[in-house]
């Protein structure tokens, strides 16, 4: 599933040649997502000049003067761009054209659990953004937030800070990654934990997702990034996908567990 890293270089890929095209055309092949395309997205989208994208969670939003497009690349979407009349595969679903010669843009989710919406609104107030948290790498989310947000918290620690009301944007892989830098068992219950090991904890997520974003994303079984290139960052990680393997840093054997149907994967002597 991509998560905030990939959506963050999806985003950096595709916005240089997006910001002031004109949306010529929009064909929608299937509009059966995770939630249906609306007639709207077309009539009201085409023609209008892109001024700029920004990025919410997961979400990215493309902005025009009449609205913007919110896209959720979901458990296996992407977007890519594609030379003029390339010829759509089976779970390419959506392009973009525009004025002029240059590359379409091409929506492809071969599980279709993903979203292309269209709001006239604020898109921060839409109803999938009014709920998140706030963003990880931002000075919004610091230690006295997270602090009180976990007081009183009878929840693993791993699954609190994967919770986007809470926080957004820390899937599951660095989650993983953040636990194991921070030394805090992915099991431990969130009101539990002291403030002082919350100041780190908040250092290694910012540290791990700003690791991945630089690097361009994790490259799992789906995810290309809007250059089309993939990410980079799985040859660094610690312990995601690395069960039964020697922990990096004390060589005991790493254990993987089940939580919330997730892989959980950490390391029984550094992780406390």
């Not at 299937?30 to 997205?41: D, F, G, H, V």
């Not at 296996?76 to 004025?99: I, M, N």
């Not at 279709?112 to 999938?128: C, I, M, P, Q, S």
Request: aromatic share 8%.
């Amino acid at each position: 599933m991509p998560e905030l890293p990939e959506v963050e270089t999806t985003l950096r890929g595709i916005e240089p040649l997006l910001v002031e095209q004109t949306v010529a055309q929009i064909d929608v092949r299937q509009p059966k997502l995770r939630w249906p395309i609306t007639p709207a997205l077309v009539t009201e989208m085409q023609g209008q000049v892109i001024t700029h994208l920004t990025r919410r969670g997961k979400y990215i939003g493309i902005h025009t003067a009449a609205g913007t497009l919110i896209i959720h690349l979901g458990m296996s979407g992407s977007l890519y761009f594609v030379e003029p009349e390339t010829a759509p595969l089976f779970h390419d679903h959506v392009d973009f054209r525009f004025a002029g010669k240059g590359p379409w843009l091409r929506y492809t989710d071969p599980r279709r659990f993903g979203a292309v919406l269209w709001t006239k609104g604020d898109w921060l107030a839409h109803e999938l953004l009014a709920h998140l948290g706030p963003e990880p790498l931002s000075e919004d989310f610091h230690i006295d937030y997270l602090y009180e947000k976990a007081k009183g918290r009878k929840v693993a620690i791993k699954s609190f800070i994967m919770d986007s009301k809470v926080v957004v944007g820390v899937g599951n892989i660095y989650a993983n990654e953040a636990l194991f830098m921070a030394g805090i068992r992915p099991t431990r219950m969130a009101g539990n934990i002291s403030k002082a090991r919350y100041a780190v904890l908040i250092e290694c997520i910012k540290t791990v997702l700003a690791a991945a974003i630089k690097q361009g994303g994790t490259t799992l079984k789906d995810f290309v990034g809007g250059d089309g290139k993939p990410g980079y960052f799985k040859q660094e990680l610690m312990v995601y996908g690395r069960a039964d393997q020697a922990c990096t840093a004390c060589g005991a054997v790493l254990k993987e567990i089940r939580q919330g149907q997730r892989s959980t994967v950490y390391c029984p002597k550094c992780q406390t």
